[in-house]
C-alpha cells in the first residue's frame, strides 16, 4: 500500500504580527492506494507557540516539517496509517454486503 502525507492548509497569524507568521493550526489529509482500492482520513492540528529557539520563518516551511510537528503534537501516524489499511482490507474483502432480495 502506498500512503501519502499532505497538508492541505495551515492557519498562521498575519506576517505584520509580533513575531511574524506564527503558524497555529494545520489541515491534513493522510491517503492510501493499493491497487483499485483507495481510502483517505483527513483531520487538523493546532499548535502552541514555543520560544525554545527553533523558529522557523513561514515562508521558510517545508511539508514536511509541519507533518512533523502534527506527530509531535498528538497525531498518531500509526494509528491513522492503520486505519487506512483497515479501510482498504474492508473494501478488498467487506465485512457486510447488500445481497439481493430472494423476492427480487
Known amino acids: 500500500m502506498e500512503l501519502n502525507w499532505k497538508v492541505e492548509w495551515m492557519r498562521a497569524t498575519p506576517a505584520a504580527?509580533?513575531?511574524?507568521?506564527?503558524v497555529l493550526e494545520c489541515g491534513w489529509?493522510?491517503?492510501g492506494v493499493e491497487g483499485k482500492f483507495s481510502a483517505s482520513t483527513?483531520?487538523?492540528c493546532q499548535f502552541e507557540p514555543t520560544d525554545d529557539g527553533t523558529f522557523v520563518?513561514?515562508?521558510q516551511l517545508t511539508q514536511d516539517a509541519v507533518l512533523r510537528w502534527c506527530w509531535g503534537?498528538?497525531?498518531d501516524k500509526d494509528a491513522v496509517e492503520a486505519a487506512i489499511a483497515a479501510q482498504i482490507a474492508d473494501q478488498k474483502n467487506p465485512p457486510t454486503v447488500l445481497p439481493a432480495l430472494p423476492w427480487a
Do not use: A, D, I, M
Open 17 to 22: 504580527s509580533v513575531p511574524p507568521s506564527r
Open 29 to 31: 489529509r493522510c491517503t
Open 42 to 44: 483527513y483531520g487538523s
Open 57 to 59: 520563518p513561514y515562508e
Open 73 to 75: 503534537n498528538g497525531v
